[in-house]
């Protein structure tokens, strides 16, 4: 049986990167969020989504945005990324951000991605908004992690097999037919 508890748990055991999507309203007024629920969606038109949570102060602003900036976060960015988490707080104070195209982007980050508006859908307690993909920055540096409830780091030395367990299993198949018509056990 499932509670809401161990949902959290397991969601919490799939690494995510860590994004700050911001906005500017009618008014010219900055608005930003923190947000790990982001994806590719697809490459050709370049697509990308994120869930913001209804109950976030920013919920309405960013989906009636018709343009807005994702912000890939790097670690040393994870006490912006805390402030951004909050309501309330002055998300864009010192933290070094400048407007393009009418949305904040963030020149230190990883990666940013300003988006225009594409589709919004109804999610339960979130919202899914899609956006495609105007411009991007890509920076190098490795990012911020959310994992576990808690940001963390990657390793900066790749995971590697040991020696010998790569070459084994180079030329067999991932997985073994299970019946005549040729289909494979997943």
Same mark, same amino acid.
């Given at each position: 049986?499932? =509670?809401?508890?161990? !949902? $959290?748990?397991?969601?919490?055991? !799939?690494?995510?990167?860590? +994004?700050?999507? +911001? +906005?500017?309203d009618a008014d010219g007024e900055a608005w930003g969020i923190t947000v790990s629920a982001f994806c590719s969606v697809s490459l050709s038109p370049p697509l990308v989504l994120f869930c913001p949570a209804v109950s976030a102060r920013s919920h309405e602003v960013l989906r009636r945005a018709e343009r807005y900036a994702i912000n890939v976060l790097r670690p040393e960015h994870r006490t912006? #990324?805390? $402030?951004?988490?909050?309501a309330g707080a002055d998300k864009f104070a010192r933290a070094g951000f400048r407007t393009e195209g009418g949305v904040p982007v963030l020149p230190s980050a990883l990666a940013s991605l300003v988006?225009? #508006?594409?589709? $919004?859908? =109804? #999610?339960?307690?979130?919202?899914?908004?899609?956006?495609?993909?105007?411009?991007v920055q890509v920076n190098d540096g490795p990012p911020l992690v959310y994992f576990d409830r808690e940001f963390r780091e990657l390793s900066p030395a790749p995971l590697l097999a040991p020696p010998g367990l790569v070459d084994r299993y180079r030329d067999r198949p991932l997985c073994e037919a299970d019946g005549a018509d040729g289909s494979h056990a997943a």
């Open positions: 049986m499932m =509670d809401a508890d161990s !949902f $959290r748990r397991a969601l919490g055991s !799939f690494p995510s990167g860590v +994004t700050i999507v +911001t +906005t500017s912006l #990324a805390l $402030r951004c988490a909050k988006c225009r #508006a594409s589709a $919004r859908y =109804d #999610a339960g307690d979130h919202s899914i908004l899609v956006g495609e993909v105007e411009s």
